[in-house]
């Protein structure tokens, strides 16, 4: 995929990487989102994912709370690579952190740089 961008890169070929992120199956939703971590790390392949992103984006927020840690934990390095290389917009962080705290949330706590102040993630006050 990497190396033919131009032909791979496209809607008709990602749609069914996004799909899968709706299996049931954990190993098949893992593989997917670590598929995806190898495209967003690279600025090249990165560029070519907008439409993806625009499309699967509220997907990929909530599998912050998936239900296999690992997953999740994965899922958490995703949004962040996407950060990282797409300068994408901050995803709000409210009702985010289940309670109690899952591996996942640790991993947001290890990802975050600088550390954040609170504030940020509260609605402006009227």
Request: proline share 9%; glycine share 4%; with cysteine.
């Amino acid at each position: 995929m990497k190396s033919y961008t131009a032909s791979f890169l496209t809607d008709g070929y990602l749609k069914y990487i996004g799909w899968t992120l709706h299996d049931k199956q954990r190993e098949v939703r893992l593989q997917c989102v670590k598929a995806l971590q190898g495209l967003y790390c690279h600025r090249d392949t990165a560029a070519h994912m907008e439409l993806f992103t625009s499309r699967f984006k509220t997907r990929m927020v909530s599998m912050v709370l998936d239900k296999e840690p690992d997953v999740a934990v994965e899922v958490v390095k995703l949004l962040t690579l996407m950060l990282d290389q797409c300068q994408a917009q901050p995803v709000p962080c409210r009702g985010l952190a289940p309670s109690p705290p899952l591996p996942s949330t640790r991993a947001v706590g290890t990802q975050l740089q600088p550390p954040r102040k609170a504030e940020h993630f509260l609605p402006a006050k009227p």
